[in-house]
């Protein structure tokens, strides 16, 4: 299993396992690298998308797209 080092800082953003790949919260790593490396939040934003996301390995982490998640929810709710 892949995991993002340092796992110190990472780990927390581990939201569930999918087999043998970790699932991220894209929110949490963007915390993570804020608190840890005192990244602002687009430097986190660009530092994910370039350095950790579709890297193409066949067991790399997936990180889900959390960010609009509650928003979408309470659009949700009110419909029905």
Known sequence: MI???PQSAYNKAIIRYEGD???YSLTLLI???MNHDSMTY???VEWISYNM???GFEDW???EDDLNSEDT???DTDEE
């Open 61 to 63: 982490p997936i990180i």
């Open 53 to 55: 996301q579709n890297i």
């Open 73 to 75: 929810t309470e659009e």
């Open 42 to 44: 687009i430097e986190a």
């Open 3 to 5: 995991l993002y080092e």
């Open 31 to 33: 915390e993570a690298l």
């Open 21 to 23: 790949r970790a699932v």
